[in-house]
């Protein structure tokens, strides 16, 4: 499984959009690129993931580029409940996840 | 649709004790996986169970292992616990196809005196 590069923490102002690096630059072609997150002492949360092409749901949107070799994550509209640690996960067709250390969102008011 | 349920949520063991640790997936779920959450090594993959089978399985030593019955319900099973074992065990399942998500469960906090 690829490893994942991400910043240990970011500052958000609510209401602002959110944009979440990660670097996985060893990726391979049958991998997906998965985000979740977790708020304190919870169970991770599933967000979206995708394959090649942008991604977007009711919580967010996924944008990989082209050689794959990273990605963003973006909350559009952040909000005090957003504040959580997210986490950037290459996965192939196993069903193993591989946490890394994550991206400490710190929302403010 | 009922999510993942783990119980209990929290116990508290003595050291050498042994603990069995119980997670109901998603209904028409079949694979489940188990991870440990610690401060210090951060959300670890145990091992996963897709009928009834170990499919896949971490780095952790014997003293932990896992079954799943015909339901898909899955128990881990931790024996002669150490100090090192307090932690945060996750539940996740999945449905059968492959590149979907996992839900997790709330955990159980394990907590070893």
């Known amino acids: 499984d690829a490893k994942t590069t991400q910043p240990p923490s970011m500052d958000c102002a609510e209401g602002r959009a959110a944009n979440l690096p990660c670097n996985h630059s060893?990726?391979?072609?049958?991998?997906?690129v998965y985000w979740y997150r977790q708020i304190h002492s919870q169970g991770p949360q599933y967000i979206i993931h995708?394959?090649?092409n942008n991604e977007t749901n009711e919580m967010a949107s996924l944008i990989i580029t082209e050689d794959r070799k990273s990605s963003t994550l973006i909350l559009p509209h952040a909000t005090l409940r957003d504040t959580a640690v997210y986490y950037c996960?290459?996965?192939?067709?196993?069903?193993?996840?591989?946490f890394g250390t994550g991206t400490r969102l710190q929302v403010f008011p | 649709k009922a999510g993942v349920t783990q119980t209990p949520r929290y116990l508290i063991k003595t050291r050498g004790q042994q603990v069995t640790l119980s997670c109901s997936p998603i209904?028409?779920?079949?694979?489940v996986s188990w991870y440990q959450q610690t401060p210090g090594q951060g959300l670890q993959f145990l091992f996963e169970?897709?009928?009834?089978?170990?499919?896949n399985k971490g780095n952790f030593p014997g003293r932990f292992s896992g079954r799943q019955f015909s339901n898909s319900r899955s128990e881990m099973n931790v024996s002669t616990l150490e100090l090192g074992d307090s932690a945060l065990y996750l539940c996740?399942?999945?449905?059968?196809?492959?590149?979907?998500?996992?839900?997790f469960g709330q955990g159980t906090r394990l907590t070893v005196v």
């Open positions: 209904s028409g779920h079949r694979s």
């Open positions: 996960i290459v996965k192939s067709n196993t069903d193993k996840l591989i």
């Open positions: 995708g394959l090649k």
């Open positions: 060893t990726i391979s072609g049958n991998e997906y």
């Open positions: 169970y897709f009928s009834e089978t170990q499919r």
């Open positions: 996740a399942s999945r449905s059968d196809q492959t590149n979907t998500e996992a839900f």
